[in-house]
């Protein structure tokens, strides 16, 4: 059974552990660990077996939250110097390393990922927090000279950015730690106050995490976590105490967030599933490597996952043959397990789905390279369609994206075919290109609709250290290390008149 173990003492105040082994956890609101008179289950992906529960919050729970934050938290964090919050940032990644067994084991159980996952994934936590002083080249201001035209003679401006307030972080469960560090650490570091609406079926490293912040010394009403469904949240995400919303997650819940939250900052990283395109002089093997892990890492529960490969004709048969042999080299299953590189998906629903994009491919033409079978509730082999191209924006994959890994290979004449049939998708996050014509690289690297292009290597945003985020359906803004600070934060301009004070003697 996946069931969590005993966290660390420096945990030990914010859960119970029940009869039946289920860890019962309180959630943090602006410095007071409270619990609530509903719980929800919290499922294992491995399972489906309950290992967590956590507060439902009710709504005037969240109000009086936000109240605090609002008339407090938000100057308790901006009136902390900059210098000292980097400290606590520097202080929490300390933490974070000390207990990242905890992290780990609750990743493994709560996400289903593998250990090494697991460790990858608290390792870029530590970095992003580490690297908050590169975010902070970007909170300078500017000085403006008066005397560039008649109107401001005799009067200069500084251009300064100020935190917006409060910003409410919406976070997906493919990285239940990592993006709520990475929008904890750009929205702070501007001096706003934070609340954090972890995913439901992952909030239980917000929880933890947390409890770092607090021993760290972050200002206490600067922070919440807010344990409800989604399906509630349009109070807050209306609410006039809110400046912005940082969401990631489907590019339909975004529209629906940016539809009930009105006039505020948006900071929104949507739906994708990647395109791979690759030339004739690519090389096939090391293509194939660098795809499938593209599209089976974190069983391509990724926005950045690859789902398309588009081959000319002069690679296609040996790209082919050499993508089937690398599938065959993924072994799925618990991810507890040696040798295990790809678990479970978090839910049986997106499985359900899989299925009927599975066979809505092969109804339209599409024949099984490998996988297309379902595994379990929560398990399917990966898997590789080959599709006609004059078929694929048929597919109910080309239409959507499927969370997990199958991806759809397709043989072009020409690298303008391939860009035509990659930007003829709602989706535009990212793309891969494989191959060494620069020429050819440059005209893809140029007409791709898409807000960032790896050149071979497979996709994959990290900490951020180079800005990612979509264009079309695929989200508003950037996230990125001294790039996101700019939706976080508003320009300020002060104006010093001097007129007839002597300052300047102009000709």
């Given at each position: 059974m996946?069931?969590?173990s005993?966290l660390?003492?420096?945990?030990k105040?914010?859960?119970?552990v029940?009869t039946?082994g289920?860890f019962?956890f309180?959630t943090y609101?602006?410095?007071?660990?409270?619990?609530?008179?509903?719980f929800d289950?919290?499922?294992?992906?491995?399972?489906l077996?309950v290992?967590a529960?956590v507060?439902?919050?009710n709504?005037?729970m969240?109000?009086?939250?936000l109240?605090?934050?609002?008339?407090?938290?938000?100057w308790?964090?901006?009136?902390?110097?900059g210098?000292?919050r980097?400290e606590?940032?520097?202080?929490?990644?300390?933490?974070?390393?000390?207990?990242?067994?905890?992290?780990?084991?609750?990743?493994?159980?709560?996400?289903?990922?593998?250990?090494?996952?697991?460790?990858?994934?608290?390792?870029?936590?530590?970095?992003?927090?580490?690297?908050?002083?590169?975010d902070?080249?970007?909170?300078y201001?500017?000085?403006?000279?008066?005397?560039?035209?008649s109107?401001s003679?005799?009067?200069?401006?500084?251009?300064?950015r100020?935190?917006?307030?409060v910003?409410l972080?919406i976070?997906?469960f493919n990285?239940p730690?990592?993006?709520v560090?990475?929008k904890f650490?750009y929205?702070?570091?501007?001096?706003?106050?934070?609340?954090?609406?972890p995913a439901s079926?992952?909030?239980?490293?917000?929880?933890?995490?947390?409890?770092?912040?607090e021993?760290a010394?972050?200002?206490?009403?600067?922070?919440?976590v807010?344990?409800?469904?989604?399906?509630?949240m349009d109070?807050?995400v209306?609410?006039k105490r809110?400046?912005?919303?940082?969401?990631?997650?489907?590019?339909?819940?975004?529209e629906?967030?940016?539809k009930?939250?009105g006039v505020?900052?948006?900071?929104?990283?949507?739906?994708g599933g990647?395109?791979?395109?690759v030339?004739?002089?690519a090389d096939?093997?090391?293509s194939?490597?660098?795809i499938v892990?593209?599209?089976t890492?974190y069983?391509?529960?990724?926005?950045d996952?690859?789902?398309?490969i588009?081959?000319?004709?002069?690679?296609y048969d040996?790209?082919?043959?050499?993508l089937?042999?690398?599938?065959?080299?993924?072994?799925v299953?618990?991810?507890r397990?040696d040798g295990v590189?790809?678990?479970?998906?978090?839910?049986?629903?997106t499985?359900?789905?899989?299925?009927?994009?599975v066979e809505?491919?092969?109804k339209?033409?599409g024949?099984?390279?490998?996988?297309?079978?379902?595994?379990?509730?929560?398990?399917i082999?990966?898997?590789?369609i080959e599709?006609d191209?004059?078929?694929?924006?048929d597919?109910y994959?080309?239409?959507k994206?499927?969370?997990?890994?199958?991806?759809?290979?397709?043989k072009?004449?020409?690298v303008?075919?391939?860009?035509?049939l990659?930007?003829?998708?709602?989706?535009?996050l990212?793309a891969a290109?494989?191959?060494?014509?620069?020429?050819k690289?440059?005209?893809?690297?140029?007409?791709?609709?898409?807000?960032a292009?790896?050149i071979n290597?497979?996709?994959?945003?990290?900490?951020?250290y180079?800005?990612?985020?979509g264009r079309?359906?695929?989200?508003?803004?950037r996230?990125?290390?001294?790039y996101?600070i700019?939706y976080?934060?508003?320009y300020?301009?002060?104006?010093?008149?001097?007129?007839?004070?002597?300052?300047w003697?102009?000709?």
């Amino acid at each position: 059974m996946a069931k969590l173990s005993e966290l660390s003492n420096e945990f030990k105040d914010i859960y119970t552990v029940e009869t039946d082994g289920v860890f019962d956890f309180k959630t943090y609101l602006n410095g007071t660990w409270t619990s609530s008179k509903e719980f929800d289950e919290i499922k294992s992906p491995i399972d489906l077996e309950v290992f967590a529960r956590v507060p439902r919050l009710n709504y005037e729970m969240v109000d009086l939250t936000l109240q605090t934050i609002h008339n407090k938290g938000k100057w308790e964090i901006r009136d902390m110097p900059g210098e000292k919050r980097l400290e606590v940032f520097h202080k929490i990644a300390e933490l974070l390393d000390k207990f990242r067994q905890d992290f780990v084991n609750v990743l493994v159980i709560g996400n289903g990922k593998t250990p090494s996952a697991a460790n990858g994934e608290v390792n870029a936590s530590i970095e992003r927090l580490k690297r908050a002083d590169l975010d902070v080249r970007k909170l300078y201001g500017e000085y403006v000279p008066g005397d560039w035209s008649s109107e401001s003679l005799e009067a200069e401006a500084i251009i300064r950015r100020e935190p917006l307030g409060v910003v409410l972080a919406i976070t997906p469960f493919n990285y239940p730690l990592f993006d709520v560090v990475n929008k904890f650490v750009y929205s702070t570091v501007a001096g706003n106050a934070f609340v954090v609406k972890p995913a439901s079926s992952t909030p239980v490293p917000a929880i933890l995490f947390a409890r770092l912040a607090e021993l760290a010394g972050f200002p206490r009403e600067s922070l919440a976590v807010i344990t409800l469904p989604g399906r509630e949240m349009d109070k807050i995400v209306q609410d006039k105490r809110v400046s912005v919303i940082s969401f990631t997650g489907s590019t339909e819940t975004g529209e629906h967030v940016m539809k009930v939250g009105g006039v505020k900052q948006y900071v929104m990283e949507l739906g994708g599933g990647d395109s791979a395109i690759v030339m004739s002089d690519a090389d096939p093997k090391a293509s194939a490597q660098r795809i499938v892990m593209g599209v089976t890492s974190y069983s391509g529960q990724r926005c950045d996952s690859i789902k398309f490969i588009f081959a000319e004709g002069g690679v296609y048969d040996r790209l082919k043959a050499e993508l089937v042999e690398e599938f065959k080299k993924i072994k799925v299953g618990d991810p507890r397990q040696d040798g295990v590189s790809m678990g479970p998906i978090i839910d049986s629903k997106t499985v359900d789905e899989f299925q009927f994009a599975v066979e809505d491919a092969v109804k339209k033409g599409g024949v099984i390279l490998y996988g297309g079978k379902r595994l379990g509730p929560t398990y399917i082999e990966p898997t590789l369609i080959e599709v006609d191209k004059e078929k694929i924006k048929d597919l109910y994959l080309y239409k959507k994206e499927v969370f997990l890994s199958i991806a759809v290979l397709v043989k072009v004449n020409s690298v303008d075919e391939a860009i035509t049939l990659s930007n003829g998708r709602r989706y535009g996050l990212d793309a891969a290109i494989f191959g060494n014509d620069i020429n050819k690289i440059r005209k893809a690297m140029r007409l791709l609709e898409v807000g960032a292009v790896y050149i071979n290597d497979f996709p994959r945003h990290g900490i951020g250290y180079f800005p990612f985020g979509g264009r079309k359906d695929s989200g508003i803004g950037r996230e990125g290390i001294g790039y996101t600070i700019e939706y976080v934060t508003a320009y300020k301009t002060i104006v010093y008149n001097y007129k007839g004070k002597g300052v300047w003697e102009y000709m």
